[in-house]
């Protein structure tokens, strides 16, 4: 992280679904996120709270409602057309959530890996086949599975074939969307292992989208947390989790039940009460004013934004208690 | 081979003994369930821990008479509740015993409750049937038990439909439906796999209220160590269809016995600030239930296998007080023996791969 250079940095993106009667779904409203190259970036919070919106609207499969991504300097479409398409899809990347329906079940393992190369590549069919077999070996399958239908895997190895037809056309950013949520334990520790060594091989930059702290704590090397489609904090993934600044933060990290008997004995009870409210009307003020046990008058009026802390540069907290 | 360790003189409140389980299919008969035995105390939470396919949920449908037969089949096992028996009957002298002695709840509250039924009929339905209760009577203790279950607002809600509530409120919901008759034993089947974390430490922390106040045993059924760690008082870590450890949640977490346990935590990240290890992944996958092998079912993923270990299957080793392993590990034979593998923490936490290369049991017994 010393001279870190930034590859893709999203400028208040934002992602409105439209409603009926004028109103709309804020799933992403004005994020700023710089991601560095070879960084891993955990985006964690609850389910609604925008993450894969913001994923997807990063690398261009929902057009941006408003604000820009710049990839390398350059600014990318606000909407893409196919030539868009075609010259990002060597840059960027997806990896899905649910390794059962992100695979069409009528394609073989090669045509489903081997489809963006065949569509970008210009690669003889032969040629074509060896690098499909050559990307089952490295993320551990068999190359004899090419003819097979995603059916006869099981969840993790659907996982290793949406990781192959993700990086088959070797790009340096990939947005893996909680790529082991849908897996065993022991199963998601063969997947993260592999993304690491893919990482470390490639030189790849993940944003690692999750709402496993503890796995997002591990793999990640900084950690942005969402919360009703705007960021609450972002840092170095050890310092969020160990000391978070935002009461949110502070919440989901302390309702992460560890594995760990004693440590749960000693915990005490932090349960918020309610539920993340509807994205569809936002008022004025902090997002999280109505659930926050520390909220002022100020909260209410007066939407914060996101800061670096007076002591720690590297870190960012959008609360009016650090301000 | 009885796997029950504790000695009492009353019958424990529930008792299940040497259960199989299997599912008829084209391609043969699965055996889901494969000889399991466990009790559940009053008052007290069990885990059953283990991945999707160990037969968890098979054990405790099985039990609540859930799994349709055919194609299932009960090949053998009893079930008693405070001695009498459950298997194979919904009925205790009569009435049902689902519902008024035991409740559970499932893991997908969206699609486990009726959406044409309003949330408070269906928690007065329990009432009515089990209780011979008035319409008026079960809706107004209804409402109370959706203000236990920290419902806001309970008397409008009561009748609101279940599309009009989110996830965490439905599972309070169902909790609170399953508690409607104050029954002795509470099953909880992933109640909050498909919740968030906060909203997963809400639903926790109300089934652990609600226990402290009625005693209920509860029978949680989760693949989730840090749930365990919190909620448990006794696990049974099931592999294949079997319980290849059981003991109380210190036991399990300090002190494991089997070699699936220690890889499952060794695959999880740990939150210790001061380490910073990498995970070790369990290679492979869980053996086919069609043909289970003949010895440990965990054989062929295991670090640890000795000759033995795949052609005879390993009785449970009693460890401790109500702590045992199934895995040859334990026998007294084995030289060097289960705590020289496993007990220092290096090993535990880093060493799994190494010692398949240097282990001196590898084929050391046969």
Known sequence: MSKAIPLVVSDKLTKFFPLPRGKKVHAVDGVDLTIHEREIVGLVGESGSGKTTFGKTLIGLLPKTDGTVKYRGKALPQKYGPADFKRQAKTMQMIFQDPYSSLNPRMTVEEIVGEGLKLYSGQSSSDLRDTVASWLSRVGLEPDYMSRYPHEFSGGQRQRIGIARALILEPEFVVCDEPISALDVSVQAQVVNLLEELKQSMGLTLLFIAHDLSMVRYISDRMAVMYLGALAEIGPAHDVFFSPKHPYTEILIASNPEPDPELERKRLSTTITGEIPSPVDIGAGCRFAGRCPHSMDRCRVETPLLKPLADQPDRYVACHLYN | ?366
């Not at chain 2, 299940?16 to 007290?44: H, M, N, P």
């Not at chain 2, 999707?52 to 349709?68: A, D, E, F, H």
């Not at chain 2, 430490?201 to 989760?222: E, K, N, P, R």
């Not at chain 2, 054989?299 to 052609?311: D, E, G, L, Q, V």
């Open chain 2, 1 to 366: 081979m009885t796997q029950n360790t504790s000695v009492t003189d009353e019958p424990p409140l529930l008792e299940v003994k040497d259960l199989k389980v299997e599912f008829d299919t084209y391609g043969g008969s699965v055996q889901a369930v494969r000889g399991v035995s466990f009790s559940v105390e009053e008052g007290k939470t069990l885990a059953i821990v283990g991945e999707s396919g160990c037969g968890k949920s098979v054990t405790v449908q099985t039990l609540m008479g859930l799994v349709p037969m055919p194609p299932g089949r009960l090949k053998s096992g009893t079930a008693t509740l405070r001695g009498r028996n459950i298997l194979g009957t919904s009925q205790i002298d009569g009435q049902d015993f689902r519902g008024s002695e035991i409740g559970m709840i499932f893991q997908d509250p969206m699609t486990s409750l009726n959406p044409t039924m309003t949330i408070g009929r269906q928690i007065a339905e329990p009432l009515e049937v089990h209780r011979g209760w008035s319409h008026k009577k079960a809706f107004s203790r209804a409402i109370e038990l959706l203000e236990m279950a920290r419902i806001p607002e309970a008397e409008q809600r009561a009748k609101q439909y279940p599309f009009e509530f989110s996830g965490g409120m439905l599972q309070r919901a169902m909790i609170a439906m399953a508690i409607a008759c104050e029954p002795a034993i509470l099953i909880a089947d992933e109640p909050t796999t498909a919740l968030d974390v906060t909203i997963q430490a809400q639903v926790l922390d109300l089934m652990g209220d609600l226990q402290q106040d009625h005693g209920t045993a509860i029978i949680l059924i989760t693949h989730d160590l840090g749930v365990v760690a919190r909620m448990a008082d006794e696990v049974a870590v099931m592999y294949a269809g079997q319980i290849v450890e059981r003991g109380s949640v210190d036991d399990i977490f300090y002190r494991s016995a089997h070699p699936y346990t220690v890889g499952l935590r060794a695959a999880m990240p740990s939150n210790d600030p001061s380490a910073r290890r990498s995970l070790i992944p369990i290679e492979g996958s869980p053996p086919d239930l069609f043909s289970p092998p003949t010895g440990c079912a965990y054989a062929a993923r295991c670090p640890y296998a000795m000759k033995i270990c795949s052609t005879s299957e390993p009785p449970p080793f009693v460890v401790g007080q109500d702590h045992f392993g199934k895995c040859w590990l334990h026998h007294e034979e084995v030289a060097g023996g289960w705590e020289k593998i496993l007990s220092g923490a290096p090993t535990l936490l880093t060493g799994a791969k190494m010692a398949r290369a240097s282990s001196p049991l590898a084929e050391n017994k046969s």
